[in-house]
């Protein structure tokens, strides 16, 4: 049950923004709560003026147990994790069991790659203590296999994001918020590419922004569209699969490589159109003739100096902005500095464009050394739609990462530490929501895994605040007893189906 101090109530709409059920608005100048409220506490945590009270959990309802937060859930209304509802006095798992994973098995592994079920939709035991909610066992080419699956609750994880651009977003170590508040920061770029790591237990655990950490963190991992910003950087629209919205601009392509590997790979078909090109990029710039790659196809150094500081023959590092390439170049004649014309010849041709071909222009030098745009010819063009159809679509990509350890181990088995070494060893293969992970070397269960190749909407998050991943654990029957596992909670997967309707 909540109350609202109507004097230290300022209308912030914290409230408003930050309740997951829609159950609280502020209506003439004060906060009121509706029949939706199920007492899970975001209100009054986020408030800053302390007007908001919890006095208790009492409700119409039923108290769901399946998360530390027990929400008091009205008839017809459904918790803060949008998991559960009250159906007739009941606190029902909202979602049906999917049983199907999406993605194809390997045909090199020891065990059945896909599990027998998936999670997604299998509800938690709360406390973990108890067996996990379906404990499957079918027979596989003559083996008995089992997989255990429950969507468990966990305050270390995160997302790592992907993004093709080559536009600078801001400094390595820049904060990233949404709406306002601290839900990452970006990390080393890789390549062609800029990284972010969002959320972690650090962020969803301290102070109160941990709960937009939280829907951050699913948001993505589920395939929505969501809008950050860099301290002092860029605006940034990312979504899954789709192509990264820079500033408001839309990205195409990904770089084919840098400037001076792009001179590596079309060095031979540049050298037969102009006499220099340079190619423009954050990274690296190149340049044609004085490469070693313009070497090997019989180039000599033409006298053009580009725009950049020099790291080595034909390669130059530039200063990173919203330019060509990447860098600050705006106007492409900036990025030739000066020509020397004791080893140029007037009317040469100098091709500025950028690691996408995305963008060309054409220069030719004056007899004083002095250079001015000209028109791009057929033959150049083909050289630059060489290195354009060469690159790849750009997109966003999300990688989901958590780490099982703890009490989520222990509804699978008795002893959480041979679970931990029976995955390590391959024994048991370990699943998120259908789609193959990759585990952290070291101690614990610590893993990654591409949400496009997760059932769809397989995250959601409690108000504890914990993002919720459904796992599974998929090994021999065998396998399950020496480990210690809830036998007596095996049950068929035609009884599971039967039984559910499915």
């Known amino acids: 049950m909540i109350i609202i101090d109507k004097e230290k109530c300022k209308a912030c709409k914290l409230c408003e923004k930050n309740c997951p059920v829609d159950a609280i608005h502020v209506i003439d100048k004060l906060a009121k709560t509706n029949e939706a409220c199920v007492s899970c506490g975001i209100c009054f945590r986020v408030c800053p003026f302390d007007a908001i009270v919890k006095v208790s959990d009492a409700a119409d309802g039923p108290l769901c147990t399946h998360c530390p937060v027990r929400c008091a859930i009205p008839e017809g209304m459904t918790g803060a994790c949008k998991r559960y509802t009250n159906v007739d006095g009941i606190i029902t798992r909202n979602r049906k069991l999917v049983v199907d994973a999406i993605t194809n098995e390997p045909g090199t592994r020891k065990l059945p790659y896909k599990p027998l079920i998936t999670a997604v939709g299998s509800g938690t035991n709360y406390p973990c203590c108890r067996p996990a909610p379906f404990i499957v066992q079918e027979k596989i080419e003559n083996l008995d296999v089992i997989t255990v699956v429950t969507e468990a609750p966990l305050s270390y994880s995160g997302v790592k994001v992907k993004i093709d651009t080559n536009l600078h977003i801001g400094e390595e170590g820049a904060k990233v918020k949404r709406d306002g508040k601290h839900v990452g920061m970006i990390t080393t770029e890789e390549y062609g590419s800029k990284m972010l790591t969002l959320g972690g237990a650090n962020l969803l655990s301290h102070g109160n922004d941990g709960f937009i950490v939280a829907r951050t963190i699913v948001d993505l991992a589920n395939g929505r569209r969501v809008v950050l910003k860099v301290d002092k950087g860029s605006t940034m629209e990312l979504q899954q699969g789709y192509p990264p919205i820079i500033d408001g601009q839309e990205e195409k392509l990904m770089r084919v490589g840098c400037g001076s590997a792009t001179i590596g790979m079309f060095a031979a078909k540049l050298s037969t ?42 390669r130059y590092f530039g200063a990173q902005g919203h330019g060509w390439g990447g860098t600050e170049i705006i106007n492409p004649i900036d990025a030739i500095v000066s020509v020397d014309m004791n080893l140029a010849k007037e009317g040469m041709r100098i091709l500025v464009t950028e690691t996408t071909g995305q963008k060309a222009a054409l220069f030719t030098v004056k007899k004083d050394g002095k250079v001015e745009e000209i028109d791009l010819t057929d033959d150049i063009m083909e050289a630059v739609n060489l290195i354009k159809s060469t690159c790849e679509i750009s997109k966003v990509s999300v990688v989901y990462t958590g780490g099982t350890g703890g009490s989520a181990r222990a509804g699978v088995t008795n002893f959480p530490r041979k679970l931990t070494d029976a995955v390590h060893r391959e024994e048991v293969n370990m699943t998120i929501g259908g789609a193959p992970v990759f585990l952290l070397p070291g101690g614990g269960i610590n893993f990654m895994v591409d949400v496009a190749k997760m059932v769809p909407d397989s995250t959601t998050w409690v108000p504890t605040p914990a993002t919720v991943a459904p796992i599974e654990y998929t090994m021999t029957k065998k396998t399950y007893e020496e480990l210690g596992g809830h036998m007596a909670s095996i049950r068929s997967k035609e009884e599971i189906l039967k039984e559910l309707g499915l």
Not at 283 to 312: Q, R
């Open 273 to 314: 159109v102009v006499d220099e090109a340079i190619i423009l990029d954050y990274h690296i710039i190149g340049l044609l003739s004085e490469h070693l790659a313009g070497k090997e196809v019989g180039m000599t150094y033409s006298g053009v100096v580009p725009y950049g500081t020099k790291s080595t023959v034909g």
